[in-house]
């Protein structure tokens, strides 16, 4: 039971322009949102992250939103570069929980020069 | 800047054999993870760890596995007895203690791939 959800398993986009990637979740109980970014044969890398008591954070080119009524969150990367591809990973955290991270299935971004 | 290792990087083992992942957290983090991602799908929680005990642990960390903090640095995730569906990247995680219930980022090992022969 996939309790967070990312649908588009591949996103292309061109350079310069922006990139949205999208998660969905089931479970109203998570109070934490973290996105990861993974090269191949390398571990998760920390990109951004939004508790649930806000709608939106942002560092830098990265800005993630958190619709907590339609139980959506969405990464803007803006301007893409060809060094932001990669996979994509949207991790949820229980509220209470030792912060044990529940992830999506991942989308590949491939940003094209 | 600080950062999560394991060892080995690579481990071949043959079915039955029992094999130790190893991983040193960022030193003053407090909570330490292991994560497995099996080939083509999600990386999958699998154990937390914290004030030398176990504190959650997911349906796969089942009796054939068993974490340990054997000294001030290392953290040691044990397969006793490996299985076929054993192969996967295994992850380390560790992260400071969160404040005023703040969740603290978990940072990532680069992982140790293993496969069960």
């Known amino acids: 039971d996939q309790q967070v959800k990312q649908n588009s398993p591949s996103l292309s986009v061109q350079e310069g322009r922006i990139s949205i990637l999208n998660c969905d979740y089931t479970?109203?109980?998570?109070?934490?949102f973290l996105w990861y970014k993974k090269y191949p044969a390398e571990g998760p890398t920390f990109l951004i992250s939004?508790?649930?008591?806000?709608d939106k954070n942002e560092d830098g080119r990265f800005t993630v939103f958190l619709n907590k009524s339609a139980k959506h969150l969405s990464l803007h990367i803006v301007p893409s570069q060809p060094g932001d591809s990669a996979v994509y990973f949207c991790?949820?955290?229980?509220?209470?929980?030792?912060?044990?991270?529940?992830f999506g299935k991942g989308t590949k971004l491939s940003v094209k020069p | 800047e600080p950062e999560v290792t394991q060892t080995p990087s690579h481990q071949v083992t043959q079915m039955g054999q029992e094999v130790i992942l190893r991983c040193v957290p960022i030193s003053n983090h407090l909570y330490f993870y292991w994560y497995r991602q099996i080939l083509g799908q999600k990386v999958e929680f699998l154990v937390s760890?914290?004030?030398?005990?176990?504190?959650?642990k997911s349906e796969i960390f089942d009796d054939q596995f068993s974490v340990e903090r054997p000294d001030g640095s290392n953290f040691t995730l044990k397969i006793r007895s490996t299985k076929l569906e054993d192969s996967a990247m295994y992850f380390c995680a560790s992260r400071e203690a969160g404040t005023g219930g703040v969740q603290e980022t978990q940072y990532f090992g680069p992982g140790t791939r293993l496969l069960v022969l």
């Open positions: 479970n109203s109980m998570f109070d934490y």
């Open positions: 939004i508790s649930s008591i806000k």
């Open positions: 991790a949820a955290v229980y509220g209470g929980s030792q912060g044990n991270l529940i």
């Open positions: 760890f914290y004030n030398n005990e176990i504190s959650e």
